[in-house]
């Protein structure tokens, strides 16, 4: 088990009618003046925003409001969004929203604190932050964690990258996490949702790492719930229980615990974020279609990791080391399949990419040659071209 520092201060709130109370929390943060982050009309058609709006003006604090927040969140309203913080002396980012609402927050919260630096140099590792302004969670989608994560992610259009960072400065100061606020979401994005869960488990359990058996138990505990409930929220959107289960699987998953003690391997996300990058395709759909291909490619180098995967998750019945791990890569696969995730590019809706564009897919998951990913088996720009190469059909 390796060493490490945990500090995950972000303060979770949790259950019916939670975020009432996200004017009281604001103030306990030395908030006064805010900017209010959100998506799409589905905040507004459901009265969600109208309820904070009003929560906040009774508690006398002032509030502008920023909307437009798209997948795969755009550098270029987080520009906007700083401007307009730094214009107004917002002091207080408030995100209502999922992952990209939240990733957008935190970038107009780092702009905003760090004013005459180019924001997309942050992601670029070319500038380092040196202060942000706090950030506040009112979730709305069971995913990206991103509400306890250290972890943004922006989409920069002008130059087609799609890049993360990861800083401590990121971490949201508080959460609310209702789960009666995912109950109106297409069955799509519950889907997508339920891989990005599971993908930020799977992206830190299988790593070279040796003998870390509590965070290993964790990791594998949080999957096998996330795959029972998400089949049962499927079927039933408005199930309490299980949309209660997803949600806090979601935080715990990307809040580090599930991979303590272990180096992170998060292959599977930095191929994925190039099909987003430059297909802009859902963010959870990227990462189905291609973990199978990644698994197939990479698991003999350490096949015991995988047939722990399947015996511990899957309950694989597998009488030796591979029959084991491959029946828990294909129950994997199964399942996505039985959340209609795709499994290669015809099901993410790409369809079979020429060669050229599976090399330059490649070129950018490796920056050009400037790395490499992965840490279960480190990949190289081949690798990476050969994983791309078996999901494309």
């Excluded at 709006?53 to 604090?61: D, I, K, T």
């Excluded at 015809?346 to 998951?365: K, M, N, P, W």
């Amino acid at each position: 088990m390796n060493g490490f520092t945990y500090y995950s201060p972000t303060k979770v709130l949790f259950g019916r009618g939670c975020e009432r109370n996200v004017a009281a929390e604001i103030r306990a943060f030395g908030g006064k003046k805010i900017l209010l982050v959100y998506g799409g009309h589905s905040a507004e058609k459901s009265g969600l925003l109208a309820k904070v709006g009003r929560a906040l003006e009774e508690a006398g604090l002032a509030y502008r409001s920023l909307g437009g927040v798209k997948p795969n969140p755009r550098l270029e309203l987080a520009e906007k969004g700083v401007s307009l913080a730094v214009e107004y002396g917002a002091d207080f980012i408030l995100a209502v929203g999922g992952g990209s609402v939240i990733d957008t927050a935190k970038a107009i919260a780092l702009g905003a604190a760090n004013p005459g630096t180019n924001l997309w140099n942050f992601w670029l590792q070319k500038a380092k932050p040196e202060a942000s302004l706090p950030v506040g969670v009112i979730l709305t989608i069971s995913a990206s964690g991103s509400e306890a994560s250290e972890a943004a992610v922006l989409t920069n259009r002008d130059t087609g990258e799609k890049r993360g960072l990861s800083n401590e400065l990121n971490r949201p100061r508080f959460a609310f996490l209702d789960p009666e606020l995912t109950y109106t979401l297409p069955k799509y994005q519950i889907a997508c949702g339920i891989v990005d869960i599971m993908m930020h488990t799977l992206d830190r359990y299988f790593t070279p790492t040796e003998g870390n058996e509590l965070t290993d138990e964790i990791a594998e505990a949080l999957l096998r719930v996330v795959i029972r409930n998400g089949t049962k929220a499927l079927e039933r959107p408005d199930d309490y229980q299980a949309m209660s289960e997803l949600m806090w699987a979601g935080s715990l998953s990307h809040n580090d615990l599930t991979g303590l003690g272990a180096l992170k391997d998060f292959a599977v996300h930095q191929l994925g974020h190039e099909l987003s990058a430059m297909f802009d395709v859902a963010h959870g759909a990227s990462l189905s279609a291609v973990w199978s291909s990644w698994a197939h490619y990479c698991y003999r180098s350490k096949p015991e990791r995988f047939a722990r995967y399947a015996r511990n998750v899957w309950n694989a019945a597998g009488a030796d080391t591979e029959a084991a791990a491959l029946e828990g890569i294909e129950k994997t696969v199964a399942y996505f399949k039985s959340l209609n995730m795709p499994i290669d590019f015809s099901g993410l809706g790409i369809g079979v990419q020429r060669e050229e564009t599976l090399r330059e897919l490649a070129d950018r998951c490796v920056f050009r040659g400037e790395r490499k990913v992965g840490s279960f088996r480190v990949l190289d720009r081949s690798d990476v071209y050969q994983i791309y190469s078996l999901a494309n059909h």
